[in-house]
């Protein structure tokens, strides 16, 4: 998959367990697995915008381009 | 009306119809048996349609009335002077070709019987709201394809009688249009699968 998703690394920066951001961000523990496992399709807006928020980052922090 | 109550109904009518192939094809065995049995009790059962044939005859007809119906039959006798109803009585079918006829029927009762189970299979996950699933995509391609061996099946016909013979082509594309639209209806399940695989994988 081209975008790569670095939630992990973000998490481990921030000291945050899964359930922890799933709980801030007000989503289910099973779609921010989905997110944190590249398994995606999209994402929508307000999650991101909830995600930043909670780790106190920038887009670019969690997503990164990849070509394959 | 509710869609549950709508779909509750149409299960109800696809086993209803279920019931009706397995009575129809125990019906069918039974006159089969019995034919063999008795087969006299058959002979005022003239398969000619009373058309009264010469010695070879070749008749084609179209109909419109029930849907486009085409309908080609060639009809011969050994001895050209006697009458159809001597000849093609149904206790003088050769017993090759009475084989042949209830093994194409009963595949014939066979698929359509299957035909409605795919159907009400796919009924009853609407109803569960789960529509959108690889098994119903399998379950219109399937009954596509049912629909379509029955119209092969079902379009031509060949009886042999001891002392003459009826054979001929009978098309009704009514279910070639049904088999083309359970395919394309598979199509369409099959984006509203990728479409709601898609939607679960948005985060």
Same mark, same amino acid.
């Given at each position: 998959?081209?975008? *790569? ?6 998490? !481990?920066? #921030?000291?945050?367990? +899964?359930?922890?951001?799933? =709980? ?9 697995? *989905? ?6 399709? !999209?994402? #929508?807006?307000?999650? +991101?915008?909830?995600?930043? =928020? ?15 | ?203």
């Amino acid at each position: 998959m081209a975008i *790569i998703v670095n939630l992990d690394v973000m998490m !481990a920066k #921030r000291k945050m367990s +899964l359930s922890e951001l799933a =709980e801030k961000v007000g989503i289910t523990l099973a779609n921010l697995s *989905i997110l944190k496992n590249n398994k995606a399709k !999209a994402i #929508r807006f307000s999650t +991101l915008e909830a995600i930043c =928020e909670a780790l106190d980052c920038q887009p670019a922090d969690i997503l990164e381009y990849g070509k394959d | 009306m509710k869609k549950n109550t709508l779909l509750s109904i149409a299960i109800v009518i696809c086993k209803f119809i279920r019931v009706l192939y397995v009575l129809t094809f125990l019906i069918f065995t039974g006159f089969f048996v019995h034919l063999q049995i008795n087969p006299s009790y058959y002979n005022k059962i003239d398969l000619s349609n009373k058309l009264d044939f010469k010695n070879n005859s070749f008749v084609t007809s179209y109909k419109v009335s029930n849907g486009i119906h085409i309908n080609t039959r060639r009809t011969y006798k050994y001895e050209g002077e006697q009458k159809d109803s001597e000849v093609f009585t149904l206790d003088q079918l050769k017993k090759t070709s009475l084989y042949v006829s209830f093994i194409k029927y009963s595949v014939v009762l066979f698929l359509g019987f299957l035909c409605f189970g795919e159907f009400q299979k796919v009924m009853e996950s609407v109803k569960e709201v789960k529509t959108f699933q690889e098994n119903n995509v399998l379950s219109f391609r399937r009954i596509g394809k049912y629909l379509l061996i029955i119209c092969v099946l079902t379009s031509f016909y060949y009886h042999v009688f001891q002392r003459g013979g009826i054979n001929g082509i009978n098309i009704t594309p009514n279910l070639l249009i049904l088999s083309l639209l359970a395919y394309i209806m598979a199509e369409i399940f099959k984006e509203g699968n990728n479409l709601e695989e898609e939607n679960k994988l948005t985060v």
